[in-house]
């Protein structure tokens, strides 16, 4: 979010499924750079949206709103979303860690497509997702238990899977690498241990 905001300049972000709220959320690192920028945060748990509403709050020159809905049902998300962006200005569109709970039956790329069609040119599609070809033996073994014990089914995805999100935009260097290892804050940053690829691509 530190490059988009202050390298690339942008001052709106739609980021879906953004889980319980931690430290350094979208807003937070956007808005400690440019003040007035305009936040949407999305998630189909109402529990993460009763945490977001009371622990996250906006600067007095920005916005920040919270919905609660599913990544499935691209066009709901858009339509409440567009109470706080402007969708004729560039969107950073977020999706850390939520794809991996649609499968391509589901028709994943068709939902990330209907996101990025909303968008205007000089958008930003940001992903991070887990890895079956990154320590493989353990990743997959931990995907066979979530999926033995939650009713929501996890699909891993090889770096391959993982860049076609990216097909038809401008894939921003270093294209889609180890998490940590995308444009690190220090040297010592890409020695942590990650499972995840993730990359950023720019819409022309």
Do not use: C
Request: hydrophobic share 45%; glycine share 6%.
């Amino acid at each position: 979010m530190r490059w988009l905001t202050r390298d690339a300049g942008i001052r709106q972000f739609l980021d879906i499924g953004t889980g319980i709220p931690a430290p350094d959320n979208t807003h937070e690192v956007a808005q400690a750079i440019a003040p007035d920028s305009r936040i949407v945060y999305a998630d189909h748990d109402p529990l993460v949206l009763d945490y977001a509403r009371s622990l996250l709050t906006s600067s007095p020159e920005g916005a920040t709103d919270y919905l609660q809905a599913d990544l499935r049902d691209p066009a709901a998300i858009l339509s409440a979303a567009a109470r706080t962006l402007d969708f004729s200005q560039p969107v950073a569109i977020v999706l850390m860690a939520v794809l991996q709970f649609i499968t391509d039956d589901e028709g994943v790329h068709g939902i990330v497509g209907q996101l990025l069609d909303a968008v205007p040119s000089g958008s930003y599609l940001v992903i991070s997702h887990p890895a079956n070809d990154i320590d493989p033996e353990k990743m997959i073994e931990m995907a066979k238990r979530l999926n033995r014990l939650m009713s929501q089914r996890v699909d891993l995805r090889n770096r391959a899977e993982v860049a076609s999100f990216f097909d038809g935009l401008e894939l921003v260097p270093p294209g889609v690498i180890r998490i940590p290892e995308w444009r690190p804050d220090a040297p010592d940053d890409v020695t942590t241990p990650a499972t995840m690829w993730g990359g950023v691509g720019r819409k022309a």
